[in-house]
């Protein structure tokens, strides 16, 4: 299994490969084969798909300041995960991305401040703008461009939510109950055994960006007691993770 995971305060942008796949460099992706197409089949290089994402966010004045790559060993399947910085203003999201070149997976892209790909085709993130596939009509800028446009419309209400979760103290009690809930009440179906390190990644952060008593920190010891799992186990978590938080939030809101 290889894995990049960006260093709080940025967001987490992972990348398994379990299933076969093995890393690789942007630079590399130019050497894949790439097969014919057909008269209903286009096979879209994926170097292509990724320097067009790229290009779309460049022209969008959003940089990518961290990305990598795997591909399966007959070069079909490419998945990818970036970090992006939005239009300069030190907040940064992370971007996943896929392709396929034999019709097993259509083009896909994902963006959230926590991303999951993965080569046993786990893909998620708040938002996916867009599942497309190679059809002989299909026009590859085009498609990415306007998925990157979406993209960009929901970048203010993700760094809303971060702010508000990051401002929204809680109390040790509130915090305990969300745990409680969690893996005692059964609300969300996670792995029983990952309460204790969700408990402790909470009231003893390894990170200063987590010291402060918040959503964010709570949500955040989630996801890094995730990471003991397998990558199927850690990807149904991290999915499941969201709206059960959004619901403890407006639950803790309540209780205050």
Known sequence: MSEIEV?????TATLIAHCGATKIGRQDLRGLPVPEGTETHKPIPHHAVVETVIQALGYRHINVVRDDYAVTPDGM???GALVIDVEGEGVRLAVGLRNSHDKSIALGLTVGYRVFVCDNLGFYGDFTPTIKKHSKKLDVVEVIDAAVGKMQRQFDPLR????VWRGYELSD??????????????D?????SLGKSVHQHYFEPEYDEFRPRTIWSLQNAF????????APAQFNATAKLAPFMQQMARACEVLQ
Do not use: N
């Open 77 to 79: 399947k490419m998945f």
């Open 188 to 192: 969300v179906a996670l792995p029983k």
């Open 223 to 230: 996801t890094s007691a995730f990471k003991a799992l397998d």
């Open 160 to 163: 809303k939510e971060i702010d």
């Open 7 to 11: 260093i709080p305060p940025a967001p």
């Open 173 to 186: 009690a509130d915090a305990r109950h969300v745990i409680y809930r969690a893996f005692v009440m059964d």
